[in-house]
């Protein structure tokens, strides 16, 4: 098997370690924080920016919304405590995966088959292809009924977008791909506008932020699985991975990369917020009841008016574009990586055939299955929950044993403090997607 060598210089060389002895242990330089902000440092910024971002963006998927919007209209704004416990994990998972990426110039799938077994890679890799199509056929069925809120067929709107997103990855190039998947993460400004014209009640909504509680019923507890679930999710490990190495950011610029990764995650949680909000602040105070997110837009009709609520749709459907674009990025990506094939956005039809062709099988089966109608999309959504659930846990065992591998990583490998931090982080998710699969299963 052949692993990288820890190097006081890292760079893109694979070496063979067998039958050389490992470096020893070297503390973890320290590196200097950002400089002021200056336009040269801007530009670097505003040039690494995509990964952290995007990645994070497109966990407020189709479900993700549905879930936000059911918490706000269940609980009202019982729930905002727990986004800022969910932007700590987010940002500290997601770095943690950016980090091996520019170290290796390796995605996450390819370092599993390097590290571990190959039989306990293909079951990985089956579960995330599992996982993945049930999440990207629910991505069309966000697409379908959207575009139904606003008067739209799906027959006509869901293989337009299906083209749409195909041709953008596999006639487009990575820059262009890019600059339209960050062009949709801005649009996520659609659901702050409609929060705010929910007119909530701020100071209820701030203290329920920063003061922590909690309902002993399964309702709740429920409803708190799955928020954290739907948020902290194993494709996008293996996305923001695949995706650092295609976009060729060197660790000399990873400051710039890490700054963003944190962003994105905050980013994302504030969307969130607003989703509970407009939610809480019209459906919950009303005593109205929501199964999903296409109601919650409906039913911001009369109480927020019909502004917010086509607010609400749009943002329902620019969700689902960008998240049908990169769920099956990132199952080319990780399946190319882990039985080595050519992989990249950059890379033609011909000189990757099965990266492209995983990725365009995908986009096929998730706008087909999602045009069937009476579509049980419910039964569809738990499968693919169950899953990640049960999926998640072993990715996330894999990403702490690789990080803190010095014949991998070498000095960039996890300090002690980034350790216990991510022990931790990595234990509660553990157990909260366990937690998620035993009760599904048993509601």
Not at 4 to 13: D, E, F, S
Not at 24 to 41: A, D, E, Q
Not at 411 to 431: D, E, F, M, P, Q
Request: aromatic letters at 12%; one cysteine or more.
């Amino acid at each position: 098997m052949r692993r990288l060598k820890a190097m006081p210089v890292i760079g893109w060389m694979r070496l063979p370690a067998a039958g050389k002895p490992r470096l020893p242990h070297v503390s973890r330089p320290k590196l200097p924080p950002l400089p002021r902000i200056g336009r040269t440092r801007l530009l670097l910024f505003l040039a690494m920016m995509g990964p952290g971002l995007i990645t994070a963006n497109a966990d407020n998927d189709a479900g993700g919304i549905a879930t936000y919007s059911m918490a706000g209209a269940r609980f009202g704004y019982g729930m905002l405590w727990m986004l800022l416990l969910i932007t700590f994990s987010l940002a500290v998972t997601q770095e943690m995966g950016a980090r091996m990426g520019v170290v290796t110039g390796q995605g996450l799938a390819a370092l599993i088959r390097e590290r571990f077994r190959l039989k306990l890679t293909v079951v990985a890799m089956a579960a995330m292809l599992v996982a993945n199509l049930g999440t990207t056929i629910s991505e069309f069925s966000g697409i379908a009924s959207s575009f139904q809120l606003f008067g739209a067929s799906k027959y006509y709107t869901v293989p337009f977008v299906a083209v749409f997103i195909w041709l953008l990855v596999v006639r487009g190039s990575y820059k262009i791909a890019e600059r339209v998947f960050l062009v949709f993460s801005s649009f996520y400004l659609a659901y702050v506008v409609s929060g705010i014209m929910a007119h909530p009640d701020w100071s209820q909504a701030f203290h329920s932020t920063v003061v922590p509680s909690f309902q002993m019923n399964a309702s709740y507890i429920l409803l708190f699985i799955a928020v954290i679930g739907t948020t902290i999710t194993p494709w996008g490990q293996f996305f923001i991975q695949a995706y650092v190495v295609d976009k060729g950011i060197s660790i000399k610029h990873y400051r710039y990369t890490k700054a963003e990764v944190i962003l994105g995650a905050i980013v994302t949680d504030v969307v969130a917020f607003f989703i509970i909000v407009a939610c809480a602040a019209t459906i919950y105070a009303t005593g109205g009841s929501i199964d999903s997110a296409e109601q919650a837009a409906q039913a911001l009709v009369p109480l927020a008016g019909q502004f917010a609520s086509k607010l609400f749709a749009f943002g329902l459907l620019n969700a689902s574009v960008l998240a049908a674009g990169i769920l099956p990025l990132a199952t080319a990506y990780a399946i190319c990586e882990a039985f080595g094939f050519e992989s990249g956005v950059n890379r033609s039809f011909k000189e990757a055939p099965i990266f492209h062709g995983l990725f365009t099988a995908s986009i096929v089966i998730g706008a087909l299955v999602a045009l069937i109608p009476n579509l049980p999309l419910l039964n569809i959504m738990v499968l693919a929950q169950d899953v990640n659930g049960i999926l998640l846990p072993l990715i996330l065992i894999f990403v702490m044993v690789i990080v803190n591998d010095r014949g991998i990583m070498g000095i960039y490998a996890n300090s002690r403090r980034h350790n216990i931090i991510a022990g931790l982080t990595t234990t509660a998710l553990i157990v909260l997607s366990l937690m998620l699969v035993v009760t599904s299963f048993f509601s």
